[in-house]
């Protein structure tokens, strides 16, 4: 800091150095000026010597002015990196127009001013924005309170380890008969179920609490197992097959927006929509009519009416 402090005072010097020239280049132009104009006849001879004297004296004390302040000053002192912060250790870089360093500066500085202006508008919204969200959010909990039990108020990925495995060891099997549900895996909160749907294909179910993460269709022949555990990953060879895990994805995205309904929506859901493809082989689409398109059965059923359509007829 003192190296800073003295680098001002430097800077100070130098600008009543400036001054201090400027002055005196005034006061010698004042004595060209003087001598440019001349003598007016005998009777002005001393008054000019007078006044020409006077514009010397001025010029000397401007001179000696000027002097005092040069020998007042030293040379520029070293404020060093630590006082300049990072910017310091530009002056390291090697060749500055080989790296384009003045120009990435110059962007990160328009960066910085944008988000800094954007910080500023954000700032000042979020007073209104915590408003809106306190007022919604209360208005929710109204209609909640309203209209459903606190039971169903639970979040599906939070029910009871016991509860999860009674639901799905009797409770599905029971609801979809036409399916034989297995359970293949389970460690703590995390479930594998293995859902035959006929003589079809066979789908593997991923489940976190009641909350399905994941759905994997397969051909009945195909491997159900990688090693010894499930394997979630592992796409069907048959393009069919793939084309139902897609559509299961999707399925399970739709049912989102309804989970606030029933917690165990999802699950019922699933497995009533994996049911409705047990005539895979033998339905025909809804809107062509047709068995198949392109090779492939109606792979599509839709997530309202379970009817089939072909992936293009949807
Ligand atoms: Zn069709």
């Known amino acids: 800091m003192a190296d800073y402090s003295q680098a001002k005072q430097f800077l100070s010097h130098s600008q009543h150095a400036i001054n201090a020239t400027q002055q005196l280049r005034t006061t010698v132009a004042n004595v060209f000026e003087f001598l440019r104009d001349g003598i007016n006849g005998e009777e002005g001879k001393n008054q000019f010597l007078q006044t020409f004297?006077?514009?010397?004296?001025?010029?000397?004390?401007?001179?000696?002015?000027?002097?005092?302040?040069?020998?007042?000053?030293?040379?520029?002192?070293?404020?060093?990196n630590a006082a300049l912060g990072p910017a310091g250790n530009l002056c390291m870089e090697g060749d500055a127009d080989e790296n384009n360093l003045f120009q990435d500066t110059l962007l990160a500085y328009q960066w910085y001013t944008k988000l800094h202006s954007r910080a500023q508008i954000a700032s000042s919204l979020v007073p209104m924005y915590k408003r809106t969200l306190s007022t919604s959010a209360i208005s929710i909990a109204r209609a909640r309170r309203g209209s459903t039990n606190p039971a169903q108020q639970m979040k599906p990925h939070s029910v009871n380890a016991a509860h999860v495995e009674s639901y799905m060891a009797n409770t599905l099997p029971r609801q979809f008969s036409d399916l034989i549900i297995k359970m293949i895996y389970s460690q703590g909160s995390t479930k594998i179920l293995h859902v035959t749907v006929g003589k079809v294909l066979y789908a593997l179910i991923l489940f976190r609490g009641l909350m399905i993460e994941k759905v994997i269709v397969r051909g009945l022949g195909e491997d159900?197992?990688?090693?010894?555990?499930?394997?979630?990953?592992?796409?069907?060879?048959?393009?069919?097959?793939?084309?139902?895990?897609?559509?299961?994805?999707?399925?399970?995205?739709?049912?989102?927006?309804?989970?606030?309904?029933?917690?165990?929506?999802?699950?019922?859901?699933?497995?009533?929509?994996?049911?409705?493809?047990?005539?895979?082989?033998?339905?025909?689409?809804?809107?062509?009519?047709?068995?198949?398109?392109?090779?492939?059965?109606?792979?599509?059923?839709?997530?309202?009416?379970y009817a089939p359509y072909h992936t293009g007829c949807k």
């Open 53 to 80: 004297q006077d514009l010397l004296v001025a010029v000397n004390k401007d001179f000696s002015e000027l002097e005092k302040l040069g020998n007042s000053m030293s040379t520029m002192p070293d404020v060093g």
């Open 224 to 305: 159900v197992f990688d090693v010894d555990t499930p394997d979630m990953f592992t796409p069907s060879r048959f393009e069919c097959m793939r084309h139902i895990s897609d559509h299961a994805s999707s399925a399970l995205l739709y049912v989102d927006q309804y989970l606030h309904v029933q917690m165990d929506l999802k699950p019922r859901f699933v497995m009533a929509w994996l049911q409705s493809h047990k005539g895979l082989m033998t339905d025909s689409c809804q809107k062509c009519g047709k068995h198949l398109n392109n090779g492939l059965p109606p792979t599509f059923r839709d997530f309202k009416s």
